[in-house]
């Protein structure tokens, strides 16, 4: 965006027209895809509250087949990861691409409705194959192996747009971190899928190395996919509501090329002391342990951009979650780093440790970036404002406070049931104390899970009025707090906008 | 203003690096893994390690019910946890192992396409099942999966009753019929018997042995490096 | 103005394009260089990280998953483990011993010492030190009436209670402890030994009386003690040293 001259008004006027351009142009994928992502958060977090349940209390509901929890748990990260997470970040991506890069979506909008139609499609059927008998037990590819070629191919639609804009925008200011990174996640992911599919459906027998790969697919999709888009995300978003530039641009690189130097060697150390090559586990816990830097490097940058503009954080949607994101990502790293190094890991091995960090991934830092996002996005797509403060309130604390308890029962829970498996007092311990030891934080998940789920509730309810256009005619932001103009983060100050 | 080439190359091949050297380059490896003989000087016994192979048909149950999510099958080194010294965890059952069962290697599961090694460890580690379960009746195995509870009531096993069949007794007591008692037991006059799921799935969990010993050529460099001692 | 039903098309231009006029202006990022700290908590990061590779690498070999696969397994088991049949008895004992001891620590004194006038004290005890035969039958089925060791007065009115409830091979691990410790020195009491005394005195239902005890103040419960330090009564100081 150029920074036009206080007095010229009509290339600020072109300016605003031509940004209510791109938006119009995405309109149609970005809001089809962050509503059926809605759903699809509704569907998981209620399987969540299920398998919750399900692991403390197996009789509740009875005995049905698709109840147990082997296939609850599944069916519960498969829909938070592909059925929310993808489409939220699709939805948010493609909104960003297009605003980053200046440049209107012209042509495969109606081939983006198709591909977002059998995404979810798929998905479904996914997701009932896994509930009725056709689970692949591989960790985030327990969706049959049909629905792989499918998903890639709906995911390349969204993904190649995205990068012919990138490759065509034109920005003055120089470089925009944020498209590197949402850039850098439509080349990972595609990668990072065709690869761990192709090796563990297509590729004769794999043995040991195949539960390597599924580690380190499910920690790619994490660091290089999930993290990056919420990062990028974060990094538009932080200036654009604070009217802050980005503190450092070094910083902001080094992190970039930190993320993506170490962010494919990491996974199997999943499995130390296990079968797999032992140099590939010790590779795995350095890289896991190294990705403390990318994420100490960019939350300091996100911090120094925030520096005496707090008090927005209390005013502004968008920034309020964006800001809590931001505040898990590094919560995320140590976790991350806690579960890989050798000293610590073999604790949380095979405990509830490693559930919480794919919770505190995907939700705690790039659901609740994705929901500033959307609280940003929707308003310019539909037309008109937030109606009610107290959704949003609502949806804001109870996903903090369900994350927070899901994310600290769940390590503690790790660490209590790690002490038991590896503590050489406890060898002989029957096994009744390491069961029982685990269920006060089981049904403590489950009570997180019952706030999420409500919280969502009212989240999915906002967001279909929105897209139905029945929201809050006005020219005035929905904000979480009455402020005079002069404090407003939306308005403008002088002819900038 | 970025450079969309030298990012994209950048990108490429700070990926494509791990890519290459963990991914590819194993998988190639992988293919030519192979059972190794046991050599009667060094290891004092005939034949081939892996001993036991995992039963296929059963593993497919296995994968379809989703226990790998509770269930792990991966003993670790003795130095850093207590899996070997776990009761009933090898192929010695007694209460206090003089040896600990040793850790698994890649060959252990040689016959798996995608080794089980498990999600979490909500329940035993099941490795050396084969072992444990050899002493129980195979009709107690089927009590154990169709109601877990009858077993330990403390357990958050789910009850895998839809592998089993709810069937009206025909005359005497047969031979499948699980011995449930109690609140487990059917109505009178039925009995429960497995469906041909179940049974599989109960030669799958006899056929999990990992516990056989090492021959010396399995060690790889270890092996060189105390041979060079 | 807006048409009455509202279509995101109307001409309403200021309203619609508000949120996007509102918006702030993009600016280029800060070109200053980052802060000097953060390099050197990335380099202790980095040192940290790098300690993950070294013998867990495993030499870089593909075929090696457990680096220590030829070490021996450390059994961390409390108690011994795998070697305590082969450790030396009395060692054994000593190291059951001093764990059991904790039973008896409570009256007794983590010293041996009691307490003068209630509780009788262990170390440089001539009951200790005495006929194993009494001391196992103390231990057995407890003391009470008024006492005197070493020549000083005891009385409590509750006396020692029972000690049956522990295993005889506990009991006799405890007393083989205590007749070890705290400067003393004697031979160690075995399983057999309290096993044959438990059945001698199976009726056996109230506490002992000094005066009850007396025949067997200088006799030694027969049996075969094991050979070695335990067969002794001279210091084992090397193999008495107390574990926890």
Same mark, same amino acid.
């Not at chain 1, 494919?264 to 797999?276: A, E, I, K, V, Y």
């Not at chain 1, 002989?428 to 096994?431: F, R």
């Given at each position: 965006m150029q920074n036009p001259s206080p007095n010229v008004e009509p290339d600020l006027q072109a300016d605003t027209l031509r940004r209510a351009a791109i938006d119009r142009s995405v309109k149609g994928p970005v809001l089809f895809l962050l509503t059926n992502g809605a759903f699809w958060l509704m569907a998981s977090t209620v399987l969540g509250l299920l398998a919750a349940i399900k692991s403390f209390a197996p009789d509740f509901l009875g005995h049905a087949s698709f109840l147990t929890y082997g296939r609850l748990q599944p069916a519960h990260i498969n829909a938070l990861v592909y059925g929310w997470g993808f489409q939220a970040a699709l939805g948010v991506m493609l909104w960003l691409m297009a605003r980053r890069s200046g440049q209107e979506l012209r042509t495969g909008k109606s081939l983006m409705m198709v591909a977002a139609f059998f995404w979810n499609i798929t998905v479904t059927i996914g997701i009932g194959c896994i509930l009725f008998g056709g689970n692949t037990s591989l960790e985030w590819l327990e969706m049959p192996a049909f629905t792989w070629p499918v998903l890639l191919f709906c995911f390349m639609v969204f993904a190649w747009p995205m990068v012919s804009m990138f490759a065509r925008s034109h920005r003055p200011e120089g470089f925009m971190i944020s498209s590197w990174y949402l850039f850098g996640a439509c080349l990972w992911f595609p990668w990072l899928f065709s690869t761990a599919n192709i090796c563990l459906h297509w590729l004769p027998s794999l043995g040991v190395i195949g539960a390597g790969i599924n580690a380190w697919y499910v920690h790619g999709v994490i660091l290089l996919f999930f993290v990056p888009v919420g990062v990028g995300a974060a990094y538009y978003f932080i200036p654009k509501i604070t009217g802050q530039p980005i503190a450092s641009a070094q910083l902001a690189k080094t992190g970039f090329w930190l993320l993506a130097i170490l $962010? $494919?060697?990491?996974?199997?150390?999943?499995?130390?002391?296990?079968?797999?090559p032992a140099w590939m586990v010790a590779i795995g816990a350095m890289t896991g342990v190294l990705l403390l830097i990318p994420v100490l490097v960019v939350g300091l940058n996100h911090h120094l951009t925030t520096l005496g503009k707090h008090n927005l954080v209390a005013v502004s949607p968008t920034l309020r979650f964006v800001f809590v994101g931001s505040i898990f990502y590094p919560i995320a790293g140590i976790i991350l780093a806690l579960i890989s190094s050798f000293w610590t890991g073999f604790t949380f091995q095979f405990t509830h440790a490693w559930y919480g960090y794919q919770i505190i991934a995907v939700y705690g830092f790039f659901s609740m970036v994705a929901f500033g996002a959307i609280y940003y996005i929707v308003p310019r797509l539909s037309g008109c404002e937030w109606l009610s403060v107290r959704l949003i309130r609502n949806h804001f604390w109870f996903s903090v406070y369900g994350i927070g308890i899901v994310v600290v029962t769940s390590v503690v829970a790790g660490l209590q049931q790690g002490g038991d498996l590896t503590a050489p007092e406890r060898w002989?311990?029957?096994?009744i104390s390491v069961v029982l030891n685990a269920r006060p934080y089981l049904i403590a998940r489950a009570v997180a899970w019952a706030m999420i789920t409500w919280s969502n509730v009212w989240f999915l309810l906002h967001l279909m009025l929105m897209v139905a256009g029945l929201g809050r005619r006005s020219s005035a932001p929905t904000l979480l707090e009455r402020h005079d103009d002069h404090s407003d983060p939306h308005l403008t100050h002088g002819a900038k906008a | 203003m970025t450079d969309f080439r030298k990012l994209t190359l950048g990108i490429a091949a700070s990926f494509g690096l791990p890519w290459l050297l963990l991914i590819v380059v194993p998988a190639f490896k992988y293919q030519h893994i192979k059972p190794i003989a046991y050599d009667k000087e060094a290891d004092g016994m005939d034949g081939y390690y892996p001993q036991s192979n995992a039963n296929v048909l059963g593993m497919q149950v296995y994968i379809r019910e989703g226990c790998v999510q509770c269930h792990t099958q991966m003993i670790r080194p003795s130095q850093f946890s207590a899996d070997g010294w776990h009761k009933g965890w090898g192929e010695d059952q007694s209460a206090r192992p003089a040896e600990a069962t040793r850790a698994n290697t890649m060959r252990d599961y040689l016959s798996e396409d995608v080794a089980l090694l498990g999600v979490s460890r909500v329940g035993p580690d099941l490795a050396n099942a084969g072992y444990r379960l050899a002493a129980m009746d195979r009709s107690a195995i089927h009590a154990m999966l169709y109601a877990p509870h009858s077993v330990a009531m403390w357990s958050n096993m789910p009850s895998y009753a839809h592998l089993y069949t709810v069937r009206k007794a025909q005359g005497p007591k047969s031979d499948l019929a699980l011995p449930l008692t109690g609140k487990f037991a059917p109505a009178k006059g039925y009995e429960v018997v497995p469906t041909p799921e179940a049974e599989q799935l109960v030669d799958y969990l006899l056929s999990l042995k990992k516990a056989a010993p090492l021959p010396a050529a399995a060690l790889g460099n270890l092996a060189t490096a105390a041979a060079a001692k | 103005m807006s048409a009455p039903s509202y279509n995101p098309d109307t001409t309403d231009i200021d309203r619609i394009h508000s949120a996007v006029k509102r918006e702030k202006d993009d600016v280029a990022a800060g070109q200053g260089p980052a802060p000097m700290w953060i390099m050197f908590i990335g380099m202790v990061v980095a040192i940290v990280a790098g300690g993950q590779l070294g013998p867990m690498a495993g030499g870089f070999s593909f075929e090696t998953s457990n680096p220590f696969a030829l070490a021996k397994a450390i059994d961390t088991r409390p108690g011994g483990g795998g070697e305590g049949a082969a450790m030396d008895p009395f060692q054994l004992a000593m190291k059951k011993g001093a764990s059991a001891y904790g039973v008896c620590m409570g009256c007794h004194q983590a010293a041996g010492t009691g307490v003068p006038g209630t509780f009788p004290p262990l170390a440089g005890s001539d009951w200790v030190h005495g006929g194993t035969e009494r001391i196992i039958r103390v231990v057995l089925n407890g003391l009470a009436g008024p006492l005197t060791i070493n020549g000083a007065p005891f009385s409590n009115p509750a006396g020692m209670p029972a000690q049956?409830?522990?295993?005889n091979k506990d009991i006799a691990a405890v007393i083989t402890y205590i007749r070890n410790s705290w400067g003393n020195e004697g031979t160690m009491v075995t399983e057999e030994m309290v096993a044959a005394i438990r059945k001698k005195e199976a009726a056996r239902t109230t506490q002992w009386t000094m005066a009850e005890l007396e025949p067997f103040a200088k006799q030694n419960a027969p049996g075969e003690i094991p050979a070695? =330090?335990?067969?002794?009564?001279? =210091?084992?100081a090397e193999a008495a040293a107390p574990t926890k």
């Open positions: $962010g $494919g060697w990491t996974g199997m150390q999943r499995f130390m002391g296990g079968p797999l002989d311990q029957s096994w | - | 049956g409830a522990l295993s070695g =330090p335990g067969a002794t009564a001279a =210091p084992a």
